[in-house]
């Protein structure tokens, strides 16, 4: 099936320092993936929609100037949380639906990257 | 408002008795629908979907959902419960934007599946 693959896995950083997380879709192409965050026995909360080519959608409330996103490649897009606080320790999951299957198609997700921030 | 609802934050069951882990939601136009399990410190994996066609579909793992248009409802289920099924459950729901056709997808609050021996 398809696969998709987030690095790093855990993360931990000092405050009002940047970090940097990659969702790669190892056998499939995906213009566009998703951005969620996950709080403690939560649902995931949507952030953002990361287009290839283009700008990324984000989600009410959501800052784009401290979740700063980018799609580089059909196959890319990374999520960097800069100036990071507390606040922003979180689960973060990335999702991305193969071109092929279209709007209807189910997304696949990474394995998620914990970010604590201390 | 579209939305999608999973009103039970737990649900306990012996193993080999069936499971149903509700879900109802609501959307603009036909509604896409998923299913899928998260275990512990990890993402999630998808179990089925209902795009069109027959309102029972099956999925993983021996999962089955019922689509239901006029109750807006779309159950998870499987008739014998297994313990290695103990998990977090997520219905979800592909939302549309009134002026645009990007989509997205929207999860339900979850629901913990819990089997007990």
């Known amino acids: 099936g398809a696969v998709v693959s987030q690095h790093p896995s855990r993360v931990i950083c000092k405050s009002g320092t940047s970090v940097k997380i990659e969702c790669r879709s190892l056998?499939?192409?995906?213009?566009?993936m998703f951005w969620y965050r996950q709080f403690p026995k939560q649902s995931l909360m949507l952030m953002a929609t990361?287009?290839?080519?283009?700008?990324?959608?984000?989600e009410q409330g959501v800052e784009k100037d401290k979740f700063l996103i980018n799609h580089a490649s059909l196959t890319l897009s990374t999520l960097t949380v800069t100036s990071a606080h507390p606040e922003d320790s979180s689960f973060y999951i990335c999702?991305?639906?193969?071109?092929?299957?279209?709007?209807?198609?189910?997304?696949?997700f990474g394995e998620g990257s914990r970010l604590t921030v201390l | 408002a579209q939305s999608v609802a999973q009103p039970e934050d737990q649900v306990n069951v012996a193993e080999g008795n069936p499971l149903t882990v509700k879900c109802t939601y609501s959307?603009?136009?036909?509604?896409?629908l998923f299913w899928y399990v998260q275990y512990p410190n990890r993402g999630l994996q998808f179990l089925l979907k209902?795009?069109?066609?027959?309102?029972l579909v099956k999925g993983s793992y021996g999962f089955e959902a019922e689509f239901n248009k006029s109750q807006t409802s779309f159950h998870l289920k499987k008739p014998s419960a297994l313990v290695s099924d103990s998990a977090l459950y997520f219905c979800?729901?592909?939302?549309?934007?009134?002026?645009?056709?990007?989509?997205?997808?929207?999860f339900g609050s979850g629901t913990r599946l819990s089997i007990r021996p």
């Open positions: 209902y795009i069109t066609g027959d309102n």
């Open positions: 959307v603009s136009g036909n509604p896409y």
């Open positions: 979800a729901v592909r939302v549309t934007s009134p002026y645009s056709s990007a989509s997205k997808i929207i």
């Open positions: 056998d499939f192409q995906a213009t566009t």
């Open positions: 990361s287009n290839e080519g283009s700008k990324a959608t984000y």
């Open positions: 999702s991305a639906r193969p071109i092929t299957t279209g709007a209807g198609g189910e997304l696949f």
